[in-house]
């Protein structure tokens, strides 16, 4: 039996309350779904430009050349890994497949894209402000999950995300981009 003796002023002077309505599954869903397709088709496309020179891209010469401008060995090398992370990271956000990893992958090459650009204030178009939200869009995501409109929803392991594994691979993005920023002269 409920306790009773606690009352709200509205049940004692007997004003009728309204029902708070719970917030609906379904908009945090859709609202998930359309970060994820918006980042991850943003991210794939920027892949594609790396990778085939698709979008007005380099292409892995052009990009890969930058790479090497910018300080890193093996330029082109550079430029297959950073176009295949953006790429099927971005894929694998969009359709919220393997989400913690796509997002720890795209954390860790935006990560890198901070620092070629940092140093140019905030602002475009010298600015850190676009790579420093994609990076905080990827991270929120790995963080909390694709929500259920994604493929991860039939991955038994992946069924029900854990804070425990986007903040592992949030770590993992991190580790992974300051080993590759090591590198870079």
Same mark, same amino acid.
Do not use: C
């Given at each position: 039996?409920?306790?009773?003796? *606690? ?57 890969? /050349?930058?790479?090497?401008m910018?300080?890193?060995? &093996?330029?082109?090398?550079? /430029?297959?890994? %950073?176009?295949?992370?953006? =790429? ?13 990893? $796509? ?12 620092? *070629? ?18 990076? %905080?869009? &990827? %991270?929120?995501?790995?963080? =909390?999950?694709?929500?259920?409109? $994604?493929?991860?929803r039939f ?31």
């Amino acid at each position: 039996m409920p306790n009773t003796t *606690v009352l709200s002023s509205a049940a004692r002077t007997g004003q009728a309350t309204a029902p708070r309505s719970a917030a609906s599954p379904h908009a945090y869903d859709a609202g998930l779904l359309l970060l994820r397709l918006a980042l991850g088709l943003t991210m794939a496309a920027h892949g594609s430009q790396k990778l085939f020179g698709w979008f007005g891209g380099g292409g892995l010469d052009g990009t890969g /050349a930058f790479f090497t401008m910018s300080g890193y060995p &093996a330029g082109k090398a550079m /430029a297959v890994v %950073a176009g295949l992370t953006e =790429t099927l990271g971005g894929l694998g956000l969009a359709v919220g497949l393997l989400t913690p990893l $796509a997002g720890a992958a795209l954390v860790g090459t935006m990560v890198n894209a901070l620092a *070629v650009t940092w140093g140019g204030g905030f602002f475009a178009p010298k600015g850190v402000e676009y790579e420093l939200l994609l990076t %905080a869009a &990827a %991270a929120a995501l790995t963080l =909390t999950g694709p929500g259920r409109l $994604a493929l991860d929803r039939f991955l038994p392991g992946l069924r029900s995300h854990r804070l425990a594994y986007g903040a592992a691979s949030v770590v993992l993005g991190l580790a992974t981009a300051s080993v590759i920023l090591l590198l870079r002269k």
